[in-house]
């Protein structure tokens, strides 16, 4: 049988001491403001402090005052509580790694999806009260992420693509010799959609929205939907003919998401076989493994974020013929945002995922910032790329 606990006469006057000193705080309190409910509140509240839930947890148990020392059988019971498991020390931190790009899981089969560019509502944002302006947070860590020097890296001149696929070597030189050509016609040519429209940035200012997750919302004045329309309004005006899906399609299911844009993609290109640029366009999430949140920054512009081209490979085995004319593609653009701003533009990512441009060529997927960003930084950003599009197909 298993000895049964004793408790220390000292500890035992610590917590009859402890009880004495919130009764005679409450009684002053009622004493004072002549009001015993408000006294009360004030009680609960020193009650529910965590350092004195600690040291009252510890004495009973115990244990030191975050939970050390506890048995697996009571730490398991204290953490069904909201209450109690606050009390209990929680991991330390871990080293910070440099941000790796981190795009979105491979979506798996959906049912199909027609191009919409209404949104569902939100029932569970109804009636919520917002500020009109608020401020990003200060501990997010900017940061300008430019190629390493690992043999990871393929760099030629000011063009680096990092490589996450099991080839060893891609001839980036000659690729970037021979890019696809943009010309001008009198007809669509450009679509632009976003497999993860609902993806957000950081509130900033007076870009305040009802989120519908985590940086995530189906307000589509602040989400991704927004950014596409920035870009569409540079590509406009240079002139062309531009497709905007502002379909939500990570919601309400997020990992069926590029299944069901693959079919609006498809829709688009039956409908308009002139489209020979298809951007999916996102954001980035780069966190470090102790939850330090980081955001881009382009030091060559001011209020600017990074951009960062993902582009698929038929490493995986999945067929993808078209892989390395669109790669070369990526590169031209690349090229050009480099050239321009030197630092405006992260490392391409190559991929063994195919993120659906086995669909066609002219495929890239382009990441606007991260979530650590703001709206107006990412917009900066926005234009300058939709710039460097117009350029691309003004030199064809």
């Not at 981190?102 to 919409?116: E, G, I, N, R, Y």
């Not at 905007?244 to 829709?267: F, I, K, M, W």
């Not at 995922?353 to 495929?363: D, E, H, K, V």
């Amino acid at each position: 049988m298993k000895k049964a606990r004793t408790t220390h006469p000292i500890r035992k006057g610590i917590r009859r001491g402890l009880a004495v000193f919130f009764a005679v705080i409450a009684l002053w309190l009622a004493w004072l403001t002549g009001d015993p409910a408000a006294a009360l509140d004030e009680l609960i509240s020193l009650a529910d402090n965590a350092e004195v839930g600690a040291s009252l947890l510890a004495a009973e148990l115990g244990s030191a005052p975050d939970g050390r020392g506890l048995s697996a059988l009571d730490r398991l019971v204290l953490g069904q509580s909201p209450l109690l498991s606050g009390v209990l020390s929680a991991p330390g931190p871990t080293s910070t790694p440099e941000p790796t790009p981190s795009p979105a899981p491979t979506a798996t089969p959906a049912p199909s999806a027609v191009p919409s560019s209404t949104p569902e509502p939100n029932s569970e944002d109804d009636g919520v009260d917002l500020p009109e302006t608020t401020t990003a947070p200060d501990d997010i860590i900017p940061q300008t992420l430019k190629a390493g020097t690992s043999s990871q890296y393929f760099n030629v001149g000011n063009v680096s693509v990092y490589n996450r696929t099991d080839y060893s070597t891609v001839d980036i030189a000659s690729l970037l010799e021979d890019p696809p050509r943009l010309t001008r016609r009198d007809e669509p040519q450009i679509l632009i959609y976003h497999s993860h429209a609902t993806e957000s940035y950081t509130m900033d200012g007076a870009d305040v929205y009802k989120a519908s997750g985590d940086c995530r919302t189906l307000d589509t004045n602040y989400n991704m939907v927004r950014v596409g329309n920035e870009m569409k309004a540079v590509l406009e005006a240079a002139g062309f003919q531009v497709i905007h899906d502002e379909t939500l399609y990570d919601y309400p299911s997020y990992n069926d998401a590029y299944d069901r844009s693959a079919e609006g993609v498809q829709h688009w290109l039956e409908e308009y076989p002139s489209l020979v640029l298809i951007l999916d366009v996102h954001r980035d999430a780069l966190v470090a493994n102790d939850g330090t949140i980081y955001k881009t920054v382009a030091g060559t512009v001011d209020n600017c974020a990074q951009v960062m081209m993902v582009m698929g490979s038929d490493s995986s085995g999945a067929a993808h013929p078209n892989w390395k004319v669109n790669l070369s593609l990526a590169l031209a653009i690349q090229k050009g945002l480099t050239d321009k701003w030197a630092t405006l533009a992260r490392p391409i990512v190559l991929r063994p995922t195919r993120f659906n441009q086995f669909l066609s060529t002219g495929m890239v997927l382009v990441e606007v910032g991260t979530h650590g960003n703001t709206l107006q930084e990412a917009l900066t950003a926005a234009r300058l790329y939709a710039r460097t599009l117009v350029e691309l197909f003004d030199q064809a």
